[in-house]
Every structure is written in structure tokens, then in C-alpha cells.
């Protein structure tokens, strides 16, 4: 069975492009065949989160138009087996697609073989959003625990139903703990009652995510990196597996928070 | 009861909670699509209506987009809440 999960946020700079990464490369790690594709035209950006932006040739935008066949423009992932990335074009604009072509293309990766095709939307909700979600099964709606990413996750949300992708799960990124425990951001809670859609994960912030992008090697496969443990759940959870969701209770406690404790009630 | 708090100046609500208030608050208008003009459009014409069968107070009434728990307790639902205090009745012609 053959699967297109698009991941969307409105909001740019949340984090869609690194889940994607994440999500491919973990999925390839377990030994799906995966496809990734940049559905972000113009704006190219998997390719070197990926490690892999000496390697294109052909693009998504040259599929669609018919300048190279589909195996052609898939790029072969460096590390993992069954891996392959669809790069977006970067000298052209959103308008050089249209939806029934992005459904057409995901037809035709559902045909490859693939297990699992992965899109990355680009921000926004124009022509960009509207050709990504085209050919997609269903959707993964990141957003961070910040008023302005929550509000526009509620609208994507909202945009994704009336285009009949209904019950879209939710990823919450970059979960300042600290924060949190300070009373100084929502919670997942607070994200998930406002947002009212099923949690899919929590991605805690983490230094290993910026390191990881530096070296063009998604931080999922990193067994130190507590961002990578969680994308890892997330990964088993889309395969559907049923996986708690990470307790962030290990941090370390300082000493004035075990007085503190002492005092409570 | 945090022992701790008596010493903390003052509790303002921490920036998380403030946060998720704000949300609340603008998603509710953001899920009607209702523009700050149609609500002023609506609210002259209720007036308009009211106007015909009462004699309302036109500076305390309070109409907003607001929500509600649904009935099928599947979260919350947008409310038209619209407070119309009515000074006298107009005598209306039956027939």
C-alpha cells in the first residue's frame, strides 16, 4: 500500500523541510521505500538538508513538463536504501505546476512502488499550497508553540478540510521544555485543545537539529539527539505503531526545584 | 499552593497562558470570516429591526462573535452573543 502524507504549516520557518527530511530519512531506516518531494518551487531547500544538492540534474518542474522521465529526475539518497528525493525546480515559480499535475506525478510515484511519498509544502496557502495538497492522501500540519504558528496551523487546518483532507495530524516543533515548565510557552495541551486535531508528535528543541542541517545529515539517525528520538516515534507512529509520546521528565532538576517540590502543597 | 509564591511580587498570568488566551480569542474570529465591517454592517441592521418593536439603548449594547461548547460536546462552536438592554416598547400596529 502506497501512501502521499503532505506536511504543511501556513507559517514559514516552523520546520516543515526538516520534518520532511527526518521523516523520509526514518521511514528509509526502517526499510520503506520512500520518495520525498519538494513541492517548494522556487524556493529549493530539501536537497541540502538532504546532503544531496550536488546530485540534481532534472527537477520536479521537468517531469511535469515532460523533459525527463520520472526515475530520471528521482535523486538516490547518499546513506539510506530506498530513499529518493524529488527536487523542486529553483529557476521557475509556483505557477509552473498545477494540481491535476501534481496528482498525475503522485499517481506515478504510487506506481514506482513507493511506500510512502512525502511532500514538502512551501508556506503560504496560494498556488504553492494548493498544488502540494493536490495529490496527497493525507496531512501532517507542523506548527511551533508560538501565537503566530498556531494560528496560522488553525487556518492550514481549516483550508485542509474544505480540500477534503480531513482529521490532519499535528506535529508540535521546537518545544522549548524549560519554557514550558516556567509557564512561559503553551503546552501541548494548550496547542492541541485550541487546534483540536490528533496529536502525531512533539519535536523538543534541539541544538543537534542545527548541527545535523549543517552537515546536510537529518538528525534522526543521530541515537543521541532527543530531537531525532522523536522523530523516530514519529516515524513508528506513522507506520502505525502505537507509541507514547515522549515524556520530557529526565531534565535534568536543579536544586531549587527539588526544594521547591519539598514545599508544594 | 506554591510556597514559593509568596514571595514573588506580583502573579501576573505567565506569558503561556496570556498566549493561549489571545489565540483563543482571535481564532474564534478567524474561523467565521467575519470582518470587523460585517460585524458593524449586522449590528446596525439588528438595531435597525429592533429599533421597529422597542426602544433599545444604543451605548450598552454589546453584540459580539463569541463561543460555546456544542451541544454534541465535540469542542466549541461560534456564538452570536448580543446584549440589547430595551429602555421602553413601541406601540405596533397588529394588523
Known amino acids: 500500500m502506497s501512501e502521499v502524507i503532505v506536511i504543511t504549516s501556513g507559517k514559514g520557518g516552523v520546520g516543515k523541510t526538516t520534518t520532511s527530511a527526518n521523516l523520509g530519512c526514518g521511514l528509509a531506516i526502517q526499510g520503506k521505500k520512500v520518495a520525498l518531494v519538494d513541492a517548494d518551487i522556487g ?5 541540502v538538508v538532504m546532503g544531496l544538492e550536488n546530485r540534481i540534474v532534472y527537477d520536479l518542474v521537468d517531469v511535469v513538463e515532460g523533459n525527463c522521465r520520472l526515475k530520471q529526475a528521482l535523486i538516490k539518497d547518499k546513506r539510506y536504501e530506498g530513499l529518493f528525493l524529488l527536487p523542486a525546480a529553483q529557476t521557475r515559480d509556483k505557477d509552473a505546476v498545477s494540481p491535476e499535475q501534481m496528482q498525475k506525478l503522485c499517481e506515478n510515484l504510487k506506481e514506482e512502488g513507493f511506500d510512502y511519498i512525502l511532500i514538502d509544502c512551501p508556506a503560504g496557502i496560494e498556488q504553492g499550497f494548493k498544488n502540494a495538497i493536490a495529490g496527497a492522501d493525507r496531512a501532517v500540519v507542523v506548527t511551533t508553540p508560538e501565537v503566530s504558528a498556531v494560528r496560522d496551523a488553525d487556518r492550514i487546518i481549516g483550508l485542509l478540510e474544505a480540500n477534503g483532507l480531513n482529521n490532519p495530524t499535528l506535529i508540535v516543533n521546537r518545544l522549548r521544555i524549560d519554557l514550558v515548565k516556567r509557564g512561559e510557552m503553551m503546552n501541548i495541551e494548550d496547542v492541541t485543545e485550541i487546534l483540536a486535531v490528533d496529536i502525531l508528535g512533539v519535536v523538543p528543541d534541539d541544538e543537534t537539529i542545527v548541527i545535523a542541517t549543517n552537515k546536510g545529515e537529518p538528525a534522526v539517525s543521530n541515537e543521541e539527539s532527543r530531537a531525532g528520538q522523536a522523530y523516530r516515534n514519529i516515524v513508528r507512529r506513522i507506520m502505525g505503531e502505537d507509541v507514547p509520546l515522549m515524556t520530557f521528565e529526565e531534565e535534568p532538576e536543579t536544586f531549587m526545584d527539588k526544594l521547591k517540590k519539598l514545599f508544594r502543597r | 499552593m506554591d510556597f514559593f509564591s509568596f514571595f514573588k511580587k506580583k502573579s501576573a498570568p505567565p506569558s503561556g497562558s496570556v498566549a493561549k488566551d489571545r489565540l483563543k480569542l482571535v481564532l474564534v474570529h478567524d474561523r467565521v470570516n467575519c470582518s470587523s465591517q460585517v460585524l458593524e454592517m449586522l449590528k446596525t441592521d439588528i438595531i435597525k ?16 462573535i ?21 429602555k421602553s416598547m413601541r406601540k405596533v400596529n397588529q394588523d
Open chain 2, 66 to 86: 463569541t463561543q460555546t461548547e456544542s451541544d454534541d460536546k465535540n469542542g466549541t462552536v461560534p456564538v452570536l452573543y448580543a446584549n440589547i438592554p430595551i
Open chain 1, 43 to 47: 524556493l529549493r531547500n530539501l536537497d
Open chain 2, 49 to 64: 429591526v429592533i429599533s421597529n418593536y422597542m426602544e433599545i439603548d444604543d451605548e450598552e449594547l454589546d453584540i459580539q
